[in-house]
């Protein structure tokens, strides 16, 4: 460790040398994968480029195929250094959720030549900040045709990435698709599903957009929608005539799961959905948050809480 001198005082400073911070973590790397052979984590850690370069050198990550580092302060650089390593091109999963990654550093590690991460199974850049153009380039690029699960939530995207999805050539293999906390509407919605992009979909999360009952309509009467089984649509403003399109449905047949709590619907739409004849294959209706196992589908929900638009 560094010695620092003011004056007459001496004392160690707390900070680690990037040789020292190596092999720490070279140690830690091990550890875990004793343990769990193939995954890492390293959640909330504080970790920024340079221990992603130490990931890039350290070939212990060859054996890798799950790696979190969500909750860290990975920037551009570190995303552009974990993407272009060869010891990572194995990985399959990685959660990059709350970092302070920039649409900017998404566009380049798509675009880029570079690029050794191309087995990628599933990816979390949830909370980024990230505007449409991140989206749209990851959907344009062939480095994510593996792709079986994205995670763009609580970002800043709406209706461009939604058309950007629905006629994406490299998201076709795509089953599971987290938009939770953004801004598609009904516009969104029909340009998602006007495409052959997301044929393959099966769980989808539009939790907190901006739907409303023109949004639940159009996703019901959708003739081109995927084999939905999951399908969440909590705190988009729904009111009585979208909850019944949904529970009109004949597209939505095949759903399994429906979460849409926290909307303006009462007594009739939710008796339209609870007493549906269409959605035979359903085993899970929540229609009050928090009450999942109550029978009851009266709706005491406060939708501006969480809403994306609501100002006080």
Wanted: charged residues 25%.
């Amino acid at each position: 460790m560094a010695i620092s001198r003011d004056g007459d005082s001496e004392y160690v400073s707390s900070e680690l040398t990037f040789e020292e911070k190596k092999a720490q973590l070279e140690k830690e790397i091990h550890q875990q994968l004793e343990e769990n052979p193939g995954r890492l984590e390293f959640k909330g850690r504080f970790f920024a480029a340079e221990e992603m370069t130490i990931f890039a050198q350290c070939d212990q990550m060859r054996a890798v195929r799950h790696l979190d580092l969500s909750d860290n302060q990975i920037d551009d650089d570190g995303l552009k250094t974990l993407f272009e390593a060869a010891t990572l091109e194995a990985l399959e999963e990685l959660n990059l959720s709350v970092n302070f990654i920039s649409t900017e550093g998404v566009q380049a590690v798509a675009q880029s030549d570079a690029g050794q991460i191309k087995n990628l199974k599933t990816l979390s850049l949830e909370d980024n900040s990230l505007v449409d153009a991140a989206a749209v380039a990851l959907a344009q690029s062939s480095h994510f045709s593996r792709l079986e699960s994205l995670n763009l939530g609580w970002n800043e995207i709406g209706n461009e990435t939604a058309a950007a999805l629905g006629q994406s050539e490299s998201m076709k293999q795509l089953k599971a698709l987290n938009l939770e906390r953004n801004y598609v509407d009904e516009a969104g919605v029909k340009e998602m599903f006007g495409g052959s992009g997301l044929s393959q979909l099966e769980e989808l999360n539009l939790a907190s957009n901006k739907l409303g009952d023109a949004g639940a309509a159009a996703l019901a009467r959708c003739e081109t929608l995927p084999p939905l089984k999951v399908l969440d649509l909590s705190n988009n403003t729904i009111g009585d005539e979208g909850a019944r399109a949904l529970g009109e449905s004949t597209v939505l047949s095949r759903l399994e799961k429906l979460f849409i709590g926290r909307n303006y619907f009462g007594e009739d739409g939710g008796g339209a959905l609870y007493n549906t004849q269409t959605l035979t294959n359903l085993k899970t209706l929540v229609l009050k948050d928090g009450v999942e196992t109550n029978p009851a589908f009266v709706n005491y929900s406060r939708p501006e809480l969480l809403r994306p638009d609501y100002e006080e």
